[in-house]
Nanobody, 114 residues
């Protein structure tokens, strides 16, 4: 069955960078629509970035210009490069397949704090 496993989260200072990875298995990744979501404490889960099988991307306004979503179909992996991180980026980050999401990963914690 489909499986998504995120990694790369951690504690970073404001202004720092992190790269999240999401390893996919159990489905035909190279034609899949993939996305990153996040959920901060006490808030609803929100869509952060999406990427089509052809590589077209879209971003939430709050991360545009700072985050970059990409994919490596040879490695069945989708990435989220996060630069210029802010405390308000603190959240659990999830990758997902399809929209609306058909599968979710377990999430990886990102904490931005000095």
């Amino acid at each position: 069955q489909a499986q998504l496993v995120e990694s790369g989260g951690g504690l970073v200072q404001p202004g720092g960078s992190l790269r999240l990875s999401c390893a996919a298995s159990g489905f035909l990744f190279r034609i899949a629509f993939m996305a990153w979501y996040r959920q901060a404490p006490g808030k609803e889960r929100e869509l952060v970035a999406t990427i089509t099988y052809g590589g077209s991307t879209n971003y939430a306004g709050s991360v545009k210009g700072r985050f970059t979503i990409s994919r490596d179909n040879a490695k069945n992996t989708v990435y989220l490069q996060m630069n210029s991180l802010k405390p308000e980026d603190t959240a659990v980050y999830y990758c997902a397949r399809d929209y609306p999401p058909r599968n979710w990963g377990q999430g990886t914690q990102v904490t931005v704090s000095s």
